[in-house]
């Protein structure tokens, strides 16, 4: 596969399509919108199901907590937003309102992590799977691509109790085959090695389907159900490899690395390891995110890198 | 302004006095509980639990303020959700009562504690479920939280005239009073600039307090908010008007005996 030929779609318009289809078939689906509405492409919902479009205006806590009653009426609520608005300025509220209460709410995180390259640090989510992981009951699911999107709204939106999808900005290649489905705590073998296991989650790792990397016997497994993690699949693979890199668009504390390296130290699998992620660090403007990528260790070169690396420890 | 031996002689009254005492006997039982905000608040949820206005088998009752939980667990066990005997477990291991409420305890719809969020999550249920009311029991202190303007602000863009806000105001907090910390002034001016419909009680009145519910539910358009003034610590004297009776943690022997002889007396 060629990155030149692959085509490009946005997920958040995934998002937004797969919203408005379900949101037809079923009238318990509502929206809290925390006055991002033509950010995350909600205006057609918001047109079609008046009712059901709930404008909150920007107030995270409030929204959080009007979502969570909503949920207590029997709704199955979306809580929309960018990351580094929610869940990160109502996070407190997301734990008692929302998880404590176990309520029916699915919190949308759009622009996350450094893909949101113009608008620079306050925007760049970098903490967001750190701080949905560590909530009680909370799930986490971060999307590969447009595809997976659509194919993870509906199992998420049937799935009851809380739930965050992380979701970033720009339109990000198509990479999820096509006949997969998505089943929550299900990872997927994106292409079989015997070399290195590659984990991550969301289109940075559409970066490693250029020809560059072809000469690499690489096991790459999206992990876009971060919580619950499918650990079989994960350790199968590190068991045959004993080389794992993870890559997160993502800071390296409380990230998928987090999770991984406990794993593997838990399982007593002796495993070579490398965590490409953003270290203690916050992130700046760019104009295009490879830029970002370039600079903050996350570039197909430092990947290459990483790989050579892994490959000449003993 | 009915004169306070009128108040007697309403019927829920005894009712004030069993309760305070059982709210009593569970705090020191426990060695821990915020029994000054409990004391204020009591009578308000006597009041919304036994006046008959309200069904909430199928109306809704969020208490955002989750530190007067004893007064909300004495209600519902003189209402039979669970045997009055289970107030001595307060805050206990493996108790249904917490120290903060949960959704374990029966009778209860929300879990709360931290403050400002009982509001939103209120707004989102009367949302919900239009064909009910939600009622919401709040104090003065909270709303220091900025959380609670939002709410305000949008129950009044979403008309939620099946939203009731009952303000707990007995003008203290937990490191002073109100007025200190952070002033509250005209709450009720606010409030109707706000859009909302507000009725102005003294909140250990049970005659006052069930009129102000029956005209708070009655409005259909407007968000209705009921301040009810009230005293901290009502009931034991030296525990009126004192912010270090906000809580408390393992009552001496004679405090306890004097404040049960004062409640008896209640």
Redesign the interface.
């Known amino acids: 596969m060629n990155s030149k030929n692959i085509e490009n779609k946005s997920i958040r318009q995934a998002f937004s399509e797969s919203l408005f289809a379900l949101a037809v078939k079923n009238p318990n689906i509502?929206v809290?919108d925390i006055g991002l509405r033509p950010s995350l492409y909600l205006d057609k919902f918001a047109a079609r199901f008046k009712s059901r479009f709930?404008e909150?205006?920007i107030?995270e806590?409030?929204?959080?907590?009007?979502?969570?009653?909503?949920?207590?009426?029997?709704?199955t609520v979306f809580l929309t937003s960018f990351a580094c608005f929610s869940p990160a300025l109502n996070w407190?509220?997301i734990?008692?309102?929302i998880c404590?209460?176990?309520q029916n709410v699915k919190i949308i995180g759009s622009h996350a992590g450094l893909m949101s390259a113009d608008l620079g640090a306050s925007h760049q989510m970098l903490e967001d799977v750190a701080l949905m992981r560590s909530m009680p009951g909370m799930e986490v699911f971060a999307p590969i691509d447009a595809v997976e999107m659509s194919k993870v709204l509906p199992v998420v939106a049937h799935s009851s109790g809380p739930a965050y999808i992380r979701l970033p900005r720009p339109s990000t290649p198509i990479i999820f085959p096509k006949n997969l489905s998505f089943t929550i705590g299900k990872s997927h073998l994106l292409t079989q090695g015997q070399d290195i296991t590659v984990l991550g989650y969301g289109p940075i790792l559409s970066q490693l389907f250029s020809d560059d990397f072809k000469k690499f016997s690489l096991e790459i497994i999206n992990c876009s159900s971060i919580k619950p993690l499918d650990s079989e699949t994960i350790l199968k693979s590190i068991k045959k490899t004993g080389r794992c890199l993870v890559i997160e668009d993502h800071q390296k504390n409380g990230g998928l690395g987090d999770a991984v390296s406990n794993l593997i130290l838990s399982s007593g699998l002796k495993s070579k390891f490398i965590h490409l992620a953003v270290d203690n660090s916050f992130g700046q403007s760019a104009k295009n995110y490879f830029d970002l990528y370039h600079h903050f260790g996350l570039s197909p070169l430092a990947i290459i890198g990483a790989i050579k690396s892994l490959l000449s420890k003993k | 302004m009915i004169l306070f031996s009128a108040q007697k002689s309403h019927p829920l009254y005894p009712l004030a006095r069993s309760l305070r005492l059982d709210i009593l006997e569970m705090i020191n039982h426990a060695g821990f509980g915020h029994i000054g905000g409990s004391l204020s608040s009591v009578d308000i949820l006597i009041s919304l639990y036994n006046s008959g206005l309200f069904n909430f088998d199928k109306d809704h009752f969020?208490l955002s303020a989750g530190h007067l939980c004893p007064s909300l667990y004495v209600v519902l066990a003189q209402q039979n959700k669970f045997p009055r005997g289970e107030l001595l477990t307060y805050s206990q291991f493996d108790s249904r009562l917490q120290g903060h409420l949960?959704?374990d305890t029966p009778g209860v719809?929300?879990?709360?504690?931290?403050l400002?969020?009982?509001l939103?999550?209120?707004?989102?249920?009367?949302?919900?479920?239009k064909s009910h009311h939600t009622v919401c029991l709040t104090t003065d202190g909270e709303h220091n939280e900025?959380?609670i303007w939002?709410?305000i602000?949008?129950a009044n863009k979403?008309h939620q005239g099946n939203l009731i806000n009952i303000v707990d105001c007995n003008a203290y907090q937990l490191g002073g009073s109100t007025a200190d910390i952070m002033p509250l002034d005209e709450l009720a001016a606010k409030y109707i600039r706000f859009g909302w419909t507000v009725t102005t009680i003294d909140g250990h009145n049970f005659f006052e307090l069930e009129s102000a519910l029956k005209k708070a539910k009655s409005s259909t358009i407007y968000p209705a908010c009921i301040i009810a003034k009230t005293t901290i610590g009502k009931g034991v004297s030296f525990m009126e008007n004192k912010f270090e009776y906000h809580d408390v943690k393992d009552l001496p022997e004679d405090i306890y005996l004097t404040a049960k002889n004062e409640l008896q007396k209640y």
């Not at chain 1, 409030?62 to 207590?72: I, T």
């Not at chain 2, 939103?120 to 479920?129: I, N, R, T, V, Y």
């Open positions: 509502y809290v709930i909150s205006g107030a806590s409030n929204a959080a907590a009007v979502a969570a009653g909503l949920a207590a009426s029997g709704k407190a509220v734990k008692q309102s404590y209460n176990f | 969020i949960n959704l719809e929300y879990a709360s504690g931290a400002g969020q009982g939103s999550f209120a707004c989102g249920l009367a949302l919900g479920d900025g959380q939002e709410a602000a949008f979403y």
